[in-house]
């Protein structure tokens, strides 16, 4: 859709963006791949208003997602990914970010009062719905990049890894692929645990993971690793809370064991990586106190939980960044 004005486009590409998370809210990809329908039969096939189904089936097709012929509409290739059905979907991740729209609808009013009136959670067990979009989300960001990180890591010397708040297994998995002398111990919700333990049967690996159930902000950690992960979980946190959650990780690794940080981490001026500077808003309208951090910031919390040594390891635009330190 165009108004003629390239800013204005910019700015009016939220309408596209809503026809496709409505569309993936209702899985009419899936629905459209197993069987092609006419607006009037997927409607009523799933209990939806005739017209305007077909008034987003059209945008749909407009954007290149699905073909219509005869009145009939059919998932195109450029829409395959969108489906279920497809072996590297990306549907998880559109179900995700519908999730968050509603938070970043209150952003004005964050603005005003500091912070989001109507946080929605992110994660957690009492909603089994939004805890499966967000799991399988991750997995679907993290697929790639987490054998892309375990592939620049030199991970030999280490004998067991503790991966916290390991969702379903992905980095487990990346760093047990790359290292098949590592075990692993995936610590995580019950609920989440069930995902990994398919994921992880089907990499071959479960014998070499050991799945911890627990919460890591209530319950201390399974001790015995000299490795330790925390992979995208300190931009949910206030700098209190992370340095409350890093001392019971200090804890729990053994002597001189190392942990890795992955995150964004931010330059000084906090406008580097620029995806952190907009995951920063996603964390001021989606958590009371998240945020991304700068080195610094995340040095400080590690030296005031008992870590030395804090380092820099890897740097880039995509939630890559690698902060080490270690155990004294």
């Known amino acids: 859709m165009s ?14 963006a809503r026809v496709m998370l409505s569309a993936a809210d209702l899985d009419l990809f899936t629905e459209l791949e197993r069987k092609p329908r006419t607006a009037p039969e997927l409607a009523s096939d799933l209990g939806l208003d005739k017209r305007a189904t077909a008034r987003l089936l059209d945008c749909l097709v407009v954007t290149g997602m699905l073909v219509k012929n005869d009145g009939c509409y059919s998932l195109k290739e450029r829409g395959a990914p969108l489906s279920s059905l497809h072996e590297e979907s990306v549907l998880p991740m559109l179900q995700h970010m519908s999730c968050m729209w509603d938070n970043w609808s209150q952003l004005t009013e964050t603005l005003r009062r500091g912070a ?30 987490s054998r892309e990180i375990a592939g620049r890591l ?4 280490y004998r067991t890894l503790l991966d916290i708040g390991g969702g379903s297994g992905t980095y487990t998995i990346a760093f047990l692929e790359k290292n098949p002398t590592m075990r692993a111990v995936l610590f995580d919700f019950p609920g989440v ?15 070499r993971v050991t799945l911890a159930p627990g919460d890591f ?9 000299d490795l330790a992960l925390l992979s995208a979980i300190i931009h949910q946190n206030s700098m209190h809370e992370n340095t409350a959650l890093l001392r019971t990780i200090h804890r729990a690794l053994t002597p001189g064991g190392h942990l890795l940080i992955r ?3 931010m330059d000084n001026e906090r406008t ?17 106190g998240g945020d991304t951090y700068t080195f ?5 919390m590690l030296e005031n939980a008992g870590f030395t040594g804090a380092r820099l390891i890897n740097t880039g635009g995509h939630m890559d960044c690698i902060v080490q330190a270690q155990k004294a």
Do not use: W
């Open 3 to 16: 108004f003629g004005n390239p800013l204005i486009d910019e700015v009016a590409a939220f309408m596209q």
């Open 116 to 145: 989001n009136p109507a946080v929605v959670p992110v994660l957690g067990e009492k909603d089994a719905d939004v805890m499966n979009a967000f799991i399988g989300a991750m997995h679907v960001v993290g697929r790639q990049l």
């Open 154 to 157: 030199d991970l030999s010397p």
């Open 193 to 207: 645990l069930a995902l990994a333990q398919k994921r992880l049967k089907e990499s071959g690996i479960e014998d």
């Open 217 to 225: 902000y209530r319950d201390e950690l399974p001790g015995g690793c």
């Open 263 to 265: 995150d964004h981490i």
């Open 272 to 288: 580097h990586p620029p995806a952190g500077a907009f995951f920063a808003i996603n964390m001021l309208v989606a958590t009371p």
């Open 296 to 300: 610094a910031e995340v040095k400080d």
